[in-house]
T-cell receptor
Framework: KQEVTQIPAALSVPEGENLVLNCSFT??????LQWFRQDPGKGLTSLLL?????REQTSGRLNASLDKSSGRSTLYIAASQPGDSATYLC??????????FGQGTELSVKP | EPEVTQTPSHQVTQMGQEVILRCVPI?????FYWYRQILGQKVEFLVS????????KSEIFDDQFSVERPDGSNFTLKIRSTKLEDSAMYFC????????FGPGTRLTVL
């Protein structure tokens, strides 16, 4: 059974710092991996999707990498801003199409 | 930009009552999903729906739950007899390729 784990559970950084969020999964037979942002009490906003055949994807200040064989993904956020404060969720898409989520990393960027 | 919508945003009900949560997926999407998130816990998959039938369901999705696409645009989740532990945020998602999520319905069972 696929399990997704995110480390750390919470992270607090000063504005302007670069940071890395980690995600690991137990079964490498994934179709793709998505990173989401969730603001308190809100829905899920897709940030990046990496296909199983890809190594990384970039969008603005965000870069996500995928090492399928080792079951790991990282989300790199450059030059963090207070507006980046949110919970970041990693989810793997299994062959059946459903998403299996990690518990998230709660990020706080202090001005 | 097309988006998934959900109604109501917040539903309060008494234990044992039936609730119907509604979703309008993005119009050209063919795959539909329900997930839930109990406060402080992971987002959990409930059910996927394709071609007017359930394609996969989780252990959570027992006989108290049902899904329907009644009119070609709406996608509903019904809970027949709510329990306290059904209190959660329920998210609908649809996809052509990437899953897009709605804003969620917060269900509170008293």
């Amino acid at each position: 059974k696929q399990e997704v784990t995110q480390i750390p559970a919470a992270l607090s950084v000063p504005e302007g710092e670069n940071l890395v969020l980690n995600c690991s999964f137990t079964d490498s037979a994934i179709y793709n991996l998505q990173w989401f942002r969730q603001d308190p009490g809100k829905g899920l906003t897709s940030l990046l999707l990496i296909q199983s055949s890809q190594r990384e994807q970039t969008s603005g200040r965000l870069n996500a990498s995928l090492d399928k064989s080792s079951g790991r993904s990282t989300l790199y956020i450059a030059a963090s801003q207070p507006g980046d404060s949110a919970t970041y969720l990693c989810a793997v898409n299994d062959q059946g199409g459903k998403l299996i989520f990690g518990q998230g990393t709660e990020l706080s960027v202090k001005p | 930009e097309p988006e998934v919508t959900q109604t109501p945003s917040h539903q309060v009900t008494q234990m044992g009552q039936e609730v119907i949560l509604r979703c309008v997926p993005i119009s050209n999407h063919l795959y539909f999903y329900w997930y839930r998130q109990i406060l402080g816990q992971k987002v959990e998959f409930l059910v996927s729906f394709y071609n007017n039938e359930i394609s996969e369901k989780s252990e959570i999705f027992d006989d108290q739950f049902s899904v329907e696409r009644p009119d070609g645009s709406n996608f509903t989740l019904k809970i027949r007899s709510t329990k306290l532990e059904d209190s959660a945020m329920y998210f609908c998602a649809s996809r052509a390729f990437v899953q897009f999520f709605g804003p969620g319905t917060r269900l509170t069972v008293l």
